[in-house]
């Protein structure tokens, strides 16, 4: 065994001694590579482990055997966001909940874990970035939140057909947010059934994707089904303040969900970056390193 492999194995049993303390609530290990079951053997963090992996095979691995595991992009995001990525998704899917302490554990993809953070879930990833803000009320959906955000993120990354894209997908408060906009070009998901339209069906996202190209919003309910693309977004709030920098989708976004009870994520054509509104302010924000080209 090299030394630095070694000393990987050490750093991740240090890692388990941690989340094995009673004030630790879970432990959040974001990485494709299992751990050893001889590093497990006898350890009672075992029971607090959330598998964040890359693959959707690896998950259903996980869970056959009725561990914990949920699914994240497999982007060369910084390590910050990886963790983010990891924590909205296990928000989402109810693995976690405000209050908890969790010790997160993340590398670079492809490689052993280098990087160990603790969070309270309440608490900030960032100056700017607070986790609570992804508690966003009883009438959405979790599994369509999350399933829109991975996708925000697909988007952002990869573009359309090697050209970087932006877009706005609004969720929620469906009648306001189509009062208070109009129809900018033909609505291609008009005139399908609701059943063939919903977000947490892979063909609709990848619909999503290739209409991303399209100016304007995507206006969805909170179930998922999406109601019209190209939309454009009138709703204009002069007292809602957008950071420097920040161009004509984010000042829709932020008006939009200033005036309604949606929220909205817009897709930077600039930098790739995902940020989610709600009531006119970031309430998350997730920058990507690199773009696919």
Known sequence: ?????????????????????????????????????????????????????????IAQDYMARQLRALVIPAYDYSRTERVKVALVSALSQGAIKEGDLVLCMTGKVGRAPDTLMH???????????????????????????DALIQLALQIGQEGFEGHPIGTIMTIGDHTSVLEKSRQM?????????????????????????????LDGAFVIREDGVVLAAGRYLSSADEAVKIPLGLGARHAAAAGITSSTHCIALVVSQTSGAVRLFKGGNIVLELHQTARRT
């Open 119 to 145: 969070m309270r879930i309440g608490g900030s990833l960032d100056d700017r970035v607070a986790i609570e803000g992804v508690k966003l009320g009883e009438e959405f959906n979790s599994q369509v939140v």
């Open 185 to 213: 070009t033909i609505n291609p998901f008009q005139g399908i059934s609701e059943a063939e339209r919903n977000v947490l069906d892979p063909k609709i996202r990848e619909a999503i994707k290739n209409f991303s190209v």
């Open 1 to 57: 065994m090299s030394e630095g492999t070694k000393f990987d194995r050490e750093f991740l049993r240090s890692a388990l001694s941690l989340a094995a303390r009673n004030e630790v609530d879970h432990f959040l290990y974001i990485c494709d590579t299992p751990i050893a079951p001889e590093d497990l053997r006898g350890r009672p963090a075992r029971k607090k482990i959330i598998y964040a992996v890359t693959l959707d095979k």
